[in-house]
């Protein structure tokens, strides 16, 4: 219901402005009647009552955060405010960063918005406008943020699955936008990547082999135990 009331209140920002009256304002005894709210704020307050109840009411329920997300996406692509989305993202990595899909999206959301914006903005319009400049504007985006997204999940995502998913999506990323140089740094980051989580692995393989025998020998100890205590039960009476 929280995701089908957000795909409406989406589709509100990009439907056609209504047509005004051609019989003029009505006179009011009570004055000026107040100009309803821009569909822009009206989808803003949508947005926080519906994440404020997704909080207060359903913690828990959406481990992908993929409500943040969607909002993320709606001001990033919709309304064209880097600072709104890029925040939102950051709540969506800190909550559920473990996996590479959130890593992924914030990284190619940051492309995205640095290709719409001129070199040394960042990406983005300007914030609340709901307007940003047009693509191609300018020389091409350098990708530092997107880049900066991709090297910061390196660090925090860390099972072999994920891993991999956000390996290709990187080195994808560099061998379509990046330079050769760009590439290669990828990619070295990305073996280190693997030779550390490899290592965990073989660590973590280790620990449970480790767990396993120590396990095996207090079995065979209390297997020991209770033949011995037999034998003296056996002996005793005899």
Avoid: N
Avoid at 57 to 82: I, K, M, N, Q, T
Wanted: hydrophobic share 40%; glycine share 10%.
């Amino acid at each position: 219901l929280l995701h089908a009331y957000s795909q409406y209140q989406r589709r509100r920002l990009h439907a056609p402005a209504p047509v005004p009256s051609q019989q003029g304002p009505v006179p009011s005894q009570q004055g000026p009647v107040p100009s309803p709210p821009s569909p822009v704020s009206s989808a803003r307050a949508a947005r926080d009552a519906v994440l404020a109840y997704e909080a207060a009411y359903l913690p828990g329920l959406d481990p992908d955060c993929s409500l943040l997300r969607f909002w993320a996406a709606v001001e990033a692509h919709d309304l064209c405010d880097s600072g709104q989305a890029r925040g939102m993202m950051e709540a969506a990595v800190a909550r559920c960063g473990g996996g590479s899909g959130v890593w992924v999206e914030f990284a190619l959301m940051e492309a995205r918005m640095e290709r719409r914006s001129p070199p040394g903005i960042g990406g983005g319009g300007t914030p609340g406008t709901g307007a940003g400049p047009p693509p191609g504007i300018g020389a091409p985006a350098p990708f530092d943020r997107c880049r900066k997204v991709f090297r910061r999940a390196v660090g925090v995502v860390h099972t072999p699955e994920h891993a991999s998913a956000l390996h290709s999506s990187w080195l994808d990323f560099e061998a379509r936008e990046g330079s050769v140089a760009s590439l290669r740094a990828a990619e070295a980051r990305v073996e280190a990547h693997r030779a550390q989580i490899f290592r965990r692995f073989q660590k973590d393989q280790e620990a449970a082999a480790g767990r396993a025998a120590r396990g095996e020998e207090r079995a065979a100890r209390e297997e020991e135990r209770q033949a011995a205590a037999e034998a003296e039960r056996q002996a005793a009476a005899e």
